[in-house]
């Protein structure tokens, strides 16, 4: 398709077990982000990956988060062990680059609830 | 970590009223952004400022970079049904990492 695409777009899970998010950033797009948005609130900025450049993993939460991409194309964001307070919305973006000009297009989300 | 407050947090007004939100940092951001999320979706892009000072025009949207590089405000005129969702302001620093306001839920009454 033309934009962002996530899957599963929602995800029942229980407490303690893993999961994994996948997204799909638009062709060509080298820079890829995840957000988590929890109810009401705004975005919070988790990880980027830019090109084959290390990723920056700044906003992780914990180490039960990690992500991975393979080349410029799909991305995969794992929770570990899951908490109640990982219930969120995962967010995906997609730019062209990281230039200061590259406007991010967002996925649908992930909607993720942890019994 | 960068704060971003943004006000209101909620507003429910009349179709065709005007709206006016804002953001405040507590540091310089290069480039603006406003976005707008409807229900089950991402944000989009509604509006990017990336002068200080820059007034920029969508439509009926119209927003602000603010001198100080500080701040930024967004105006809807006569707003519509569809203007419901909500509003996320989004700075973006010299690293080039967007940080995002909490959202102002626009609700509008026909």
């Known amino acids: 398709g033309a934009g962002v695409s996530q899957s599963p777009s929602n995800k029942v899970t229980e407490k303690g077990k893993d999961v994994e998010l996948r997204c799909d950033p638009i062709?060509?797009?080298?820079?890829l982000y995840w957000y988590r948005q929890r109810l009401g609130q705004g975005l919070e900025f988790l990880i980027y990956?830019?090109?084959?450049?290390?990723?920056?993993k700044s906003g992780l939460p914990s180490d039960r988060f990690s992500a991975e991409r393979t080349g410029e194309s799909v991305s995969t964001l794992t929770i570990q062990r899951t908490q109640q307070e990982d219930s969120a919305v995962y967010l995906c973006?997609?730019?062209?680059?990281?230039?200061?000009?590259?406007?991010?297009?967002f996925g649908p989300g992930t909607r993720l609830l942890v019994l | 970590g960068q704060q971003l407050n943004q006000s209101p947090q909620s507003m429910f007004i009349q179709e065709g009223e005007d709206v006016s939100m804002n953001c405040t940092s507590s540091s310089i951001f290069n480039t603006w952004l406003w976005y707008k999320q409807e229900p089950g979706e991402g944000p989009v892009l509604l509006i990017a400022l990336y002068k200080a000072g820059e007034l920029t025009s969508n439509g009926r949207l119209t927003a602000q970079f603010g001198i100080t590089r500080k701040d930024s405000f967004l105006n809807i005129s006569a707003s519509i049904p569809s203007d419901v969702g909500i509003y996320f302001c989004a700075g973006r620093d010299a690293g080039n990492m967007l940080t995002f306001g909490g959202g102002t839920r626009l609700m509008v009454k026909p």
């Open positions: 990956f830019q090109g084959n450049s290390a990723p920056d």
């Open positions: 973006a997609s730019s062209l680059g990281l230039a200061g000009a590259q406007t991010q297009y």
């Open positions: 062709s060509g797009h080298t820079a």
